[in-house]
């Protein structure tokens, strides 16, 4: 198998069995079903580093698996949200250049901004829009659970993903620093 090929099966496989055992750590919001999730910023995480495809995946199976272990069912309007989030993120991994070690200020901007956008878009219309349409869910509860469930990922991903993908983009060489290094000999 090709070496990208494997890095790809092995990195969702090991988001989704990750994003599963962080599913039983969470802080309620007090809203019903809405909790703060760490699960989230591993999902972001993953996304960041390896891509849309991987992000898409790791929530998708990592979501599913997680409501049908917890809870003997699936609850797929908020597991097609979560599969959308991590391919809206991924879509911009390029940017943030965490696997080359370029982590910095501006690409920490750049991904708590695009995290914010893609939790508003994923949390406050696809999945209370998907309530509605395959649950026949009550607007006004489903929108709520919708905008706490943005702030929440959006608070936990900005401290969790951010200080994860920091402290991960230091153990990669830097891409300038390798030029350097090539220039001299």
């Known amino acids: 198998m090709h070496n990208s090929k494997v890095r790809f099966v092995v990195s969702t ?12 750590v969470s802080i309620p919001t007090g809203i019903p079903n809405t909790s703060l999730e760490t699960r989230v910023a591993l999902l972001a995480f993953f996304a ?18 997680a409501d049908a272990i ?14 959308i989030f991590g391919v809206l993120v991924g879509l911009f991994a390029h940017r943030w250049q ?36 395959i649950y026949a869910e009550p607007s006004n509860k489903v929108f709520t659970q919708g905008i706490i469930a ?16 920091t402290a991960y983009s230091k153990t990669k060489a830097k891409s300038s620093s390798l030029s350097k290094e090539d220039d001299q000999n």
């Not at 917890?70 to 599969?83: H, K, M, T």
């Open 150 to 165: 943005a702030i929440a990922n959006s608070i936990s991903i900005a401290i969790l993903t951010t200080l994860l993908a």
């Open 70 to 83: 917890q809870y003997g069912g699936v609850w797929w309007s908020w597991v097609i949200a979560d599969a």
């Open 13 to 24: 496989g090991i988001g989704a069995a990750l994003f599963v055992v962080l599913s039983f």
């Open 48 to 65: 960041a580093v390896f891509g849309p495809v991987v992000g898409g995946l790791v929530g998708f199976i990592g979501h599913a698996l």
């Open 98 to 133: 965490i696997e080359q070690g370029n982590f910095g200020k501006k690409q920490i901007i750049s991904f708590n901004v695009i995290q914010v956008i893609a939790n508003a878009i994923c949390w406050c219309l696809i999945a209370p829009v998907l309530d509605i349409l």
